[in-house]
């Protein structure tokens, strides 16, 4: 008999997962591992930076009273170089010798630089500065941040700047959120594997690829990719093996109403079914549930609808897990070219999009047809056309998602 399913809009099944309470668990790391991690705590200054008054340029450094009658010659009483200190104080008309970033004496009220200045023949310990300067050239110490100033809020997403911060004041560990762990099944008698000979009947196992990079991409990690049969028991062995020790488990294929779409009944056999049915093309066979605390996203086996349903309910799972929003960007565009099919259902479409005047541009991709592939590599977004017994009309506003890392 034919199972009925009770079909749910693409934003009611959004806001059941949303509403899931997801676990989120901070591990301490390196902070040269911590590129694209998000932070756990606020980091702070945990000292005044710059921490020493430091010198702008290559020059000389005077006192104060010096700083009158020019030209005139100055007895150089040392060279700092950055890193080095000059422990003692400068007398009158005396100077020393000093390099881009490095300690400024403490008497010194201003550097001159080198271009300012002039060597005195046959008087190596001398040099004449020539003209004075209205700025001091000096770096104050704290200028920057000041002992217990925020560096970086907690919740966000460390890039290379921000770990040349942390590194900055000494850190070598940062806190920050686990990245979730999620298993990947693909289901399919008949899926081949790379490497096998093409078959009649066979296809390759394009998804499974597909899929663990895109979950790379998300900032998760891939603890195992399993290719199964059609069978039962050894899909519900896996999954209960893979529940144990991941965040989230994603499978792929054998969702629909078949004899052989086992994910399908096992979901309505789950302790909590959240959907199996959406108002949607493609993917409408798109399932979540969750089991054993475990959340499974069981994806369309097509390419298309599971490129899309990825991005619609798995990214933002995942981001939640580290506190963070999708990377995918929601906006309102304008029909580059008209759709002219009508639908029962709304309609996710993969396109290409561009930003003329301020206003996004938004045109079919290629194919609409939920198995092809051929145009994801190239898709930029998804849009959506709403359910309707007329086409859209040119410039019409459409939901995009700007997709990331396209």
């Given at each position: ?8 809009t ?31 705590e ?18 000389y ?46 008497n ?12 005195v023949?046959?008087?190596p ?8 300067q ?11 941040f ?10 966000t ?52 690829l ?15 990719t ?12 896996n ?9 989230l ?5 054998g ?83 008209v ?43 998804l ?16 939901e995009?998602?700007l997709?990331?890392?396209?």
């Open positions: 008999m034919l199972e009925r399913r009770k079909p749910i693409l934003e009611e099944a959004q806001a059941k997962l949303a509403a899931l309470k997801l676990p989120q668990q901070v591990e301490t790391i390196p902070v040269a591992d911590a590129n694209h991690r998000v932070l756990a606020d980091a702070v200054a945990a000292y005044d930076y710059p921490n020493f008054r430091r010198s702008g340029y290559d020059g450094a005077i006192r104060a009273a010096d700083d009158h009658d020019f030209p005139k010659n100055f007895h150089v009483v040392g060279e700092i170089q950055a890193g080095a200190t000059f422990d003692h104080d400068l007398g009158e008309n005396e100077t020393a010798r000093i390099m881009t970033g490095a300690f400024v004496p403490d010194a009220a201003k550097v001159i630089m080198l271009e300012q200045t002039r060597s023949p046959e008087q310990d001398q040099v004449k500065i020539m003209v004075s209205d700025r001091d050239n000096i770096t104050p110490a704290g200028s920057e000041k002992q217990g100033a925020l560096l970086i809020a907690a919740g997403e460390l890039n290379p700047g921000g770990l040349s911060l942390l590194t900055a004041f000494g850190a070598t560990e940062v806190k920050v959120y686990r990245q979730p762990r999620v298993a990947i099944i693909t289901t399919g008698t008949e899926l081949l594997n790379p490497g096998d000979t093409p078959q009649p009947g066979k296809i390759f196992n394009s998804n499974g597909l899929i663990a990079n895109l979950v790379a991409e998300s900032g998760a990690i891939v603890t195992e399993v290719q199964l049969v059609d069978d039962y028991k050894l899909l519900q062995t999954l209960e093996r893979l529940k144990q020790t991941n965040d488990v994603i499978t792929d294929g969702v629909s109403v078949g004899d052989f779409d086992y994910l399908a009944t096992t979901a309505r056999n789950s302790e909590q079914l959240l959907f199996n049915k959406l108002k949607m093309r493609p993917g409408s066979v798109t399932t979540a549930f969750v089991d054993d605390n475990t959340l499974i996203i069981a994806l369309s086996g097509n390419p298309g609808a599971c490129y899309t349903g990825f991005y619609l309910f798995a990214e933002p799972i995942l981001r939640r897990f580290v506190g963070q929003p999708s990377h995918c960007q929601k906006v309102t565009a304008n029909l580059a070219r759709y002219p099919k009508t639908n029962g259902y709304d309609k996710i479409l993969r396109g290409t999009y561009q930003l003329n005047d301020g206003r996004y541009q938004v045109q079919l991709n290629g194919s609409d047809v939920s198995g092809s592939l051929g145009n994801l590599q190239s898709t930029t977004c849009f959506k056309i709403p359910h309707s017994h007329e086409p859209l009309p040119l410039n019409a506003e459409v995009t998602w997709l990331p890392f396209k």
